[in-house]
Structures are given as structure tokens and as C-alpha cells.
């Protein structure tokens, strides 16, 4: 029996459990959009504001929901689940079409996701179009001379003039695919660019990451880092740090920049030298064994995603072997110890204890879209040899 064959089998009881229950949200939630957290182990709808009625496609995660979907129907072959996927693709062409909530570079999350996986699955051209009209609105983001895509609000907005932030690295394949698309070299040159950016200043020298950083947007000088979801400025957020090992590997594929591979070498291995003893982070790596700090299970499903991908690019082989066998013990961490099956606790969220802001109090010790989405994606890379991201 090969490696995979038995990962395959050994994780099988999971991706079964993890579709039920994305069956299960579909006949709950319909069209509609799940909140970014579970309140007391439930998805509630997404609230309603002045703008928006509740379950409105608005923020920035509703992509994970359907992104969902399109693993589970890669996984089931279930047409429910693509036809589920396509409503979806219609209300994200809406979205972009109506310009409705689109001021931030997470347009890569959400149309990645929500358009892009589908295009590549199905050819969908509704999919297509959407996604090309939002990485046009990603670009406008672009600042010159900083060489960077402003993170969030306005660009008029002083307050988030010049900042961009770590999960930046995760929107730019949206552009990548606009640029394998159309062939316009204005799409990769950006992704270029900025990943370098984030390369030279928001990975320290101590090779932990900054949350934020900002750039003087006139003159492009680079200017400060901080947090605003870490235990502070100096400490590293353990989101973040995920995010830079994935986020730099995969990045390092499309631009050929050998210091993005070694970049998420440098956050994989600081992100593993600081975990506790059960291999799932606290939300911020400065907190050690025997904190009661609450534990960020999404950063380590983002984690374990990022290191099958770093393993897959690595060129040393003592040093893949090591990143894949990580991955895959953080993955079975998640399954043996943070899953609503593993604690006899009844949730509809794939993945329990994760936090979203902790500063701020909000979504502290619940189950995340986010977090769903990517211990989901953990599975699909580890029990489907040859899978294609979607990223």
C-alpha cells in the first residue's frame, strides 16, 4: 500500500463527515451566505446592515461557502453540489456587476473561489467574466511608486493610504489567472512587484511576519509595520504566518522568485519551532505551552494546506520530506482534535476553535469560513493525489 492509498484511507472518515455537513449548510442556508462565524457552534446568517439584507453576498469571505462545494463536488461528483456552486456564480457576476462591496483586495478570495474554481472545472464563462471584471477592480488597488495593491476602504481614506497586509499573498492569483487569460502583462508585473514588497518588509528578520505594513502611496518609500489582529506589533499572528507559507510558495511557482521559496521556507520553519505539543497554534505564536490563550484552529489548516504546497515546490529533499510530514501531522491534529466528531459536539462549522480577532473580541474560540474551507482543502490535498488547486 503506497503513502497516499493509506492517507487516503486514514482521512476518509473525515472528508466524509466534512461533506455532510457542507450537504447539511446547503439545505439550511440555500442562496444565501452564512456570517463569517459560527455563534456558540452555530452559522448564523449573515447579518443584515443598512445596505444589505441578511444573507447578503457581502465581505469578504463568502467565497469559502461555495468554495466549498466545488471540493465537495470534485470529491462526490454530486451534482447537487455544482448546481449549488453555480447559484453562487451568478450572485458573485451580481456582486461585481453592481459594484456592490468591492473596495478591498480581497476580491482575490472572492472571486477566486466563487469564479475562478468553476471556470476551471466547468468552463464556465459567466464564471470567466465575472472573475476578469474583478481582477480589473483588484488593479485599481495598484499604487504606484510603492508597487503594491492597497489592502482595504477607500484609496482615498488616509487612514489605510499605503497599508497592505500578509493575506495579500493569497489575492494575487486571481491576477495571475487574469494574466494567463488575457495575456496583459499588467497582471503579473503586480503580482511581481508586491510579492516583492511583502518579501523585503513584512517578513522580518527573525523570520516572523508582520499583519500589516505601509507604504508612502506618492513617493513609495517604505514606512512601518504593525498588527491589527496579533497580541501586538512585535509579536506574530499565527494567521499571518500561515498565510506567508502558503501565500510565498505559491507565489514562488508563478514569478520564478527564488527568494519567495526561500521565504516560505523561513515562516514554515518558525511557524513549526513555535507550536505547542499538540501541533495546532495558538492565534498568536507568542504564546507557548501551558498559555490559556484560545487556539487559532484555521492557522493551522491554512498551515497544513501551505506546507503540502511548499513540499511540492521544494527543492531539497531532506527539506521536503520534512515540510510534507508536518502538513500532514498538523492535518491529522485538526481531524483527531478540533473537529465537531472529535469532541461529540454538535456544530454545522467543519472545524471548531479557531479565532478570528482576538483583540477585538469577535469569532474567539468558533468555527470560521475561512478555516472550514481550507481544513477541507487540507483533506482534498491529502487524500487526492494530483489534485489542482484552485488558487
Known sequence: MTLATELATELAPAVDAAIATVRRNIAAFGDTYPDDTTRDGLYPPRPA???????????????????????????????AFRVAGERHVADFARR??????????DLGFLYTLSCVAPWRLLGDETARTAALSAADHLMIRFLEPAGILQAWGDLSDPAQRGRTIIDSLMNMPLLTWAGEQT??????????RHTEQLEAHILRDDDTTFHTFYWDAVTGEALRGGTEQGA?????WARGQ????YGFAM??????????LEASRRCADYFLAHLPSD????????????????????????????LHELASVETDPERRDRYARAGYDMLRALVTGYTPAAEGADSDALLLHSVYDAPKSIGVDEGCLWGDYFYLEALVRHTRPGWVRYW
Not at 501586538?232 to 506574530?236: E, K, N, P, Y
Request: net charge negative; charged share 20%; glycine share 12%.
Open 183 to 192: 495575456g496583459e502583462a499588467r497582471f503579473p508585473d503586480a503580482v511581481r
Open 49 to 79: 446592515t443598512p445596505e444589505f439584507a441578511e444573507g447578503a453576498n457581502r465581505g469578504w469571505t463568502t467565497s469559502f461557502w461555495p468554495g466549498m462545494q466545488w471540493l465537495a463536488y470534485e470529491v462526490t461528483g454530486d451534482d
Open 242 to 245: 500561515a498565510w506567508g507559507i
Open 232 to 236: 501586538g506589533d512585535d509579536s506574530c
Open 96 to 105: 461585481v456587476a453592481q459594484g456592490e462591496d468591492l473596495q478591498t483586495h
Open 279 to 306: 501541533g495546532v497554534p495558538f492565534w498568536d505564536l507568542v504564546y507557548t505551552d501551558g498559555s490559556d490563550a484560545p487556539r487559532d484552529s484555521s492557522a493551522a489548516a491554512i498551515a497544513a494546506c501551505g
Open 251 to 260: 507565489n514562488h511557482q508563478v514569478t520564478g522568485n527564488p527568494a519567495l
